[in-house]
């Protein structure tokens, strides 16, 4: 039987570069997850609805939902926050908008898939990736070295025949991230050639680095010093598999899931509108 491609993202890059025994758990193995991982994910329960709640009324706008509609019962801010990203869309003044776009591209053998919140493209041939960020611009060194800012671009460009956009070229693409919390000063990241020429060298090299990885002791734990352990195990899902042992009294750090995607922890737990 043939074995289907394995499917890289995103996430599943970060997840990677965060700890490589955390991504064979995830992504690799069969173990469950235990009891506390869901109560360490339900500190974020707020922040992970907010962001769904968030991408589904820009789903429902897109949809032809008139604001008033949309928008009723929300708090204020949350309301003025969707009505300000949605003058942004407006602004862009593009022929063509996608929402919530998944696009998945062949990368050697592999599979590359990247989601866009809105693609829009003007008749020029310039492409607009956006990305709603429901929170502060707090680390934007963080957001430019980012997987997101790295594959989203570059899976965009490599699918554009596909869509039809045949005068697509990597100068001609901006990713976007707009904050609701600052959304007058949304960061901007033109695109090039060279750029696109160096992500899929890099995405290679980390593609090939965890294919080449044999068994679960191939996948290496994060050191054991008491600071790593702290920012990256003690908040990990998978604790309990790695007799790791936190010393922090403090509060427990969220993972960043600004940089490690959201969806997968809204696939975690079944979010409603209501």
Same mark, same amino acid.
């Not at 869509?163 to 990241?189: E, M, R």
């Not at 598999?241 to 427990?252: D, H, K, L």
């Given at each position: ?19 490589? @025994? /955390? ?10 997850? $235990? =009891?506390? %991982?869901?109560? *360490? ?102 957001? @430019? /070295? ?10 965009? $460009? =490599?699918? %554009?025949?596909? *869509? ?111």
């Amino acid at each position: 039987m043939e074995v289907e491609p394995f499917e890289f993202n995103q996430a599943r890059l970060s997840a990677f570069r965060r700890c490589h @025994r /955390r991504f064979f758990l995830k992504y690799r193995s069969d173990r469950q997850l $235990l =009891e506390r %991982a869901f109560t *360490l994910a339900d500190r974020d329960w707020d922040a992970a609805r907010l962001g769904q709640r968030f991408h589904l009324y820009m789903e429902r706008l897109a949809r032809g939902l008139p604001m008033q509609s949309v928008a009723n019962g929300l708090p204020p801010e949350q309301a003025a926050s969707l009505t300000k990203a949605w003058d942004y869309r407006c602004s862009l003044r593009a022929d063509q908008f996608l929402t919530e776009y998944e696009l998945t591209i062949p990368f050697d053998h592999w599979r590359l898939t990247a989601r866009a919140d809105l693609l829009a493209r003007c008749g020029d041939g310039t492409v607009t990736i956006v990305d709603w960020k429901t929170g502060a611009n707090t680390n934007t060194d963080r957001l @430019r /070295r980012s997987d997101q800012a790295r594959i989203l671009p570059y899976v965009v $460009l =490599e699918a %554009a025949r596909h *869509l039809g956009w045949n005068t697509v070229t990597a100068s001609g693409i901006t990713l976007v991230f707009w904050f609701a919390q600052d959304p007058d000063n949304p960061l901007k990241l033109p695109y090039s050639q060279r750029q696109h020429e160096q992500s899929r060298s890099n995405l290679a090299s980390i593609m090939g680095m965890i294919d080449g990885l044999e068994g679960e002791e191939a996948f290496a734990r994060v050191p054991d010093d008491p600071a790593t352990v702290d920012a990256v195990c003690r908040p990990c899902e998978y604790i309990h598999y790695c007799e790791r042992n936190p010393t922090s009294a403090g509060p427990v750090q969220p993972i960043d899931y600004e940089e490690e995607d959201l969806e997968s922890l809204w696939e975690t737990f079944d979010f409603s509108l209501d």
